[in-house]
């Protein structure tokens, strides 16, 4: 008996060890694909595409020095879209992540949760086999067992 529960035991802790190095993999392969598809580009806004046409007439047309002038204009609008567009990436992301880590949380709780009621039924079962008959009858609402309860009343006990 003790060895089984032993087993048991073992049994679980493998268990919640393979799912932790499971979680751990999907978690890394989802970092690793996140890192893949990071944008490089900012999503451009019309403003933006409006200012490099601008900016290729003003050069057609000779006029290079303001050309430079929106150029550096439109640096600086590339600049704040590309970060608006990093936090926006990073915010679905972070999205994503808090789901798939909440996933991976109560897949493992309940697992653990598996563990602790199979526990707890050994535990039981351990205890109603050590414990003594009259005990066993007043937890289960009687034995069922008459030379239990002949035994039982003889020693002042009634099942």
Known sequence: ???????????AYVEVSKQSQKHAAQL??????????????PHCSKELLNQRRVIDLLARQGC??????VQQ???????????ATLATFE????VKEAK???????????LQGRGARGRDQLKRAHAQVLS????????TGGCGWSSCCRSC???????
């Open 1 to 11: 008996m003790q060895m089984s529960q032993q087993s048991r035991q073992h049994t």
């Open 28 to 41: 890394e392969a989802f970092q690793y694909a996140v890192g893949s598809r990071r944008p490089a580009k």
């Open 64 to 69: 290079y020095s303001k050309a430079a002038a």
């Open 73 to 83: 204009a439109t640096n600086g609008m590339e600049a704040a879209e590309m970060k």
């Open 91 to 94: 915010a679905e992301v972070g």
């Open 100 to 110: 798939l880590r909440a996933k991976q949380a109560q897949e493992m709780e309940v």
């Open 132 to 139: 003594p008959p009259h005990v066993r009858a007043q937890q």
């Open 153 to 159: 009343q003889s020693q002042g006990h009634n099942c």
